[in-house]
């Protein structure tokens, strides 16, 4: 066993109807960890119950609850804080985990001990458990570390610009400590954001194996960003930010910046105005899919036009 100390944490609302296997593929694991905390963020389906189930057969789990639902993002900020190991993972309630991850990051860990965090691959399934997809880093075929320069041009600058590993990534906890955590303001790419700024100080290590699979909710917190793009513009818009800030800007170099900001906006407004076709609807021509669009050419070209919301810095002085 490594001698790092891994806290793998898991933050649950209603999703009961997965929790077994989430909680299985982490305590389950060949390597398990040092502490399993779940906090469940006042439930109202029988997820507690399904809880207490593995709390005897594994004790090195241990529950959290909070009174009041306060969201995902204050859940794991409080599992952070309560975590005491080495290093920090955090686990959807509804997602899987594959055997032998934990032993393979920690197993770098110990190899690369000045990497700020360990990830891998990730795979799409959907509610059926069906396979939508696998990414990762498409220039890395094998295990490796990579420094924050390799980090930044073979991975940041070669993948599309939303492009994360955050689902299968555990982060040196003093490291992600370090960045601020879990910061509320940028949403559902609070998680991504930290992996960026770590990895840009203190590089990465990457498996090249899947690690993880991500199951696609039309619910999920992630995808109800997705699906109002004025709040994505807004997220860029506060990421942005951030990059340029004083707290930051020595990690991130103006031109990713620039390019990174540009590219994530063009491809935002890009999806609002083609839209998505109904699922296993027959594709109509050309001409039809463009007349139907029509309608949404001044709503696109006011996204376009709208720099994000950035306010909540200037009424904080900064976080």
């Known amino acids: 066993m490594s001698g790092y100390t891994l806290s793998a944490v898991m933050p649950n609302y209603n999703h009961g109807r997965y929790l077994a296997e989430a909680i299985l593929g982490i305590a389950a694991q060949s390597r398990p ?28 789990i241990r529950l959290i609850r909070h009174k009041r639902n306060r969201g995902v993002i204050a859940a794991v900020e409080r599992l952070l804080a309560e975590a005491r ?29 000045q990497a700020g965090l360990i990830c891998g691959s990730v795979s799409l399934i959907d509610e059926a458990d069906r396979h939508l997809g696998l990414f990762g880093a498409r220039q890395w ?8 320069q390799r980090f930044l041009q073979e991975y940041l600058m070669r993948e599309v610009p939303s492009h994360s590993l ?46 993880a699979r991500v199951r696609m ?8 960003t997705v699906a109002q793009p004025r709040k994505l513009l807004d997220i860029i818009a ?14 991130f170099p103006a031109d990713y910046v620039r390019h990174w900001s540009r ?33 949404r050419l001044l709503p696109a070209l006011r996204l376009w036009w709208y720099r994000g919301d950035v306010s909540c810095y200037h009424r904080t002085g900064g976080r």
């Open 33 to 60: 960890p040092d502490e399993f905390l779940i906090l469940d963020d006042a439930s109202t389906d029988d997820s507690v119950r399904v809880i207490e189930s593995f709390l005897g057969r594994f004790p090195f």
């Open 85 to 113: 190991g080495d290093y920090f993972f955090s686990a959807a309630a509804d997602d899987i985990r594959m055997p032998g991850f934990f032993e393979r990051a920690m197993a770098m860990a110990e190899q690369h001990p």
């Open 141 to 148: 075929s094998e295990p490796l570390y990579a420094d924050p």
């Open 166 to 211: 955050s689902s299968g990534t555990i982060y040196r906890t003093d490291a992600l400590r370090e960045v601020g955590g879990h910061r509320p303001e940028l949403g559902s790419w609070t998680d991504t954001f930290a992996l960026r700024a770590i990895g840009l100080r203190y590089g990465i290590c990457y498996l090249a194996c899947e690690v």
């Open 217 to 224: 909710l039309a619910a999920s917190y992630s995808n109800q």
């Open 238 to 251: 506060r990421a942005e930010y951030l990059m340029k800030s004083p707290e930051f800007c020595d990690r």
């Open 263 to 295: 590219s994530y906006r063009y491809r935002v407004v890009r999806d609002f105005f083609l839209g998505q076709e109904p699922a296993g609807a027959r594709r109509p021509p050309f001409l039809i899919r463009n007349i139907r669009r029509l309608p």
